[in-house]
Every structure is written in structure tokens, then in C-alpha cells.
């Protein structure tokens, strides 16, 4: 079984930059989607980015043309850059992992296997 480990979360303020990495250890055969998901207090968890093994990406409208989503499939590691970071970003961010032999991605929860722990990210303004 995958383990995820979110980082580089932190507090900014409005219109700073912040760079969330994803690493994957464990059982870690590739997996076709990889995405980063957001909670915030008293909200439902949101889609906020896929990419698939060929780079392919989606975002959601909310994050378009400011977050950056990547991966590195040698390091088995997810990225997310964050630019002109607003007050309504603030959330958990969680890194998810499409089932082994996927061929399919969307920013459906129910088409994650495996969730990291979060990473606190914290806008000012």
C-alpha cells in the first residue's frame, strides 16, 4: 500500500507564493492520476488539480492561471505551485493517488485510492 506525505504548506499573505510537495513511498507501482484536493473549515473536500502520467492537467476555475500542478515519476512525487495565493485558498490540501492500473482521471473524490494527511496552507489579507 502507498503511503502520502504532503509538505510545504505555511501561513502567507494574500498574494504570496507557496510550493505543496507530494512524496510516495511504500508500494508505488505508478498510477495513471495524481491530484491535489482542498478542505476548508466547514466546506466539502474540492478538487483543485489532476495530472496524468503523459502531464496531461485540469484545474479547477477557481485556481486557474495561478496554480501549477506537476510530477515526477522518478522521485514518485507530486507538486503543486501556488501563485497570488487569496484568503479563500486557505485549506487543507491533500494529495491523492488514482488506483493502481487506472486509465481514467477526474477530480471525483471517488476516484482516489489512496490520501495523504493534508497540509495546512493559511492566507492573510
Known amino acids: 500500500q502507498v503511503q502520502l506525505a504532503e509538505s510545504g504548506g505555511g501561513s502567507v499573505q494574500s498574494g504570496g507564493s507557496l510550493r505543496l510537495s507530494c512524496a510516495a513511498s511504500?508500494?508505488?507501482?505508478?498510477?495513471?492520476?495524481m491530484a491535489w484536493f482542498r478542505q476548508a473549515p466547514g466546506k466539502e473536500r474540492e478538487g483543485v488539480a489532476y495530472?496524468?502520467?503523459?502531464?496531461?492537467?485540469m484545474y479547477a476555475d477557481s485556481v486557474k492561471g495561478r496554480f501549477t500542478i506537476s510530477r515526477d515519476n522518478a522521485k514518485n512525487s507530486l507538486y503543486l505551485q501556488m501563485s497570488r495565493l487569496q484568503p479563500e485558498d486557505t485549506a487543507m490540501y491533500y494529495c491523492?493517488?488514482?488506483?493502481?492500473?487506472?486509465?481514467?482521471?477526474?477530480?471525483?473524490?471517488?476516484?482516489?485510492?489512496?490520501w495523504g494527511q493534508g497540509t495546512q496552507v493559511t492566507v492573510s489579507s
Open positions: 511504500g508500494y508505488t507501482p505508478m498510477r495513471y492520476c
Open positions: 495530472v496524468t502520467t503523459y502531464d496531461t492537467t
Open positions: 491523492a493517488a488514482g488506483p493502481i492500473g487506472g486509465t481514467e482521471c477526474s477530480l471525483r473524490e471517488m476516484s482516489f485510492a489512496d
